[in-house]
């Protein structure tokens, strides 16, 4: 199993050696989290131009605002130096163009087990993909001095006109 690996195993070695942030404490250095979809196209730093220490990034199918996302926004927010979070979906993406049903009989068709138990937070309405995530976002507890983080939405692409 190790030589599956192997690859990535030589070329993170390689990475260690120049690895230049080992004392940084884990602060986001510009103040931003971003929540955005795991699709490996969308480069999260690069596209804000931002440089690797400056933001917290937080991936998952589609860009969510899950539960999960919501503790990472908490823990950064209170912890991490994030005053500002960015939710990115992109065009295009799997979990706006299709609906959790039909996620659920592809997976079960490719990996022939029943993928009922799954769940994706598929947003259906491609035009209005923040809506479903904005409002778990009022859910992050505010600080002791009222502090409440500022949260914007953004596609990483330009609209498709053609949804």
Not at 3 to 15: E, G, R, T
Not at 145 to 161: G, I, L
Request: aromatic share 6%; net charge negative.
């Amino acid at each position: 199993m190790a030589s599956d690996f192997a690859d990535l195993l030589a070329a993170n070695a390689a990475f260690a050696e120049t690895f230049d942030l080992a004392g940084f404490d884990g602060v986001a250095l510009s103040g931003v989290a971003v929540v955005t979809c795991m699709d490996s196209r969308i480069n999260p730093l690069r596209m804000l131009g931002l440089q690797p220490g400056d933001a917290k990034i937080f991936r998952n199918p589609g860009g969510r605002v899950t539960n999960a996302a919501l503790d990472a926004m908490v823990l950064g927010v209170h912890l991490l130096g994030v005053e500002r979070i960015l939710i990115v979906p992109h065009t295009r993406c799997a979990m706006a163009m299709h609906s959790e049903a039909e996620l659920r009989a592809l997976v079960t068709a490719a990996s022939g087990q029943d993928a009922a138990w799954t769940s994706w937070s598929v947003v259906t309405d491609r035009r209005q993909p923040c809506a479903k995530t904005w409002p778990g976002c009022a859910r992050i507890p505010s600080s002791p001095n009222e502090y409440r983080s500022a949260v914007s939405c953004t596609t990483s692409t330009p609209a498709d006109s053609s949804s």
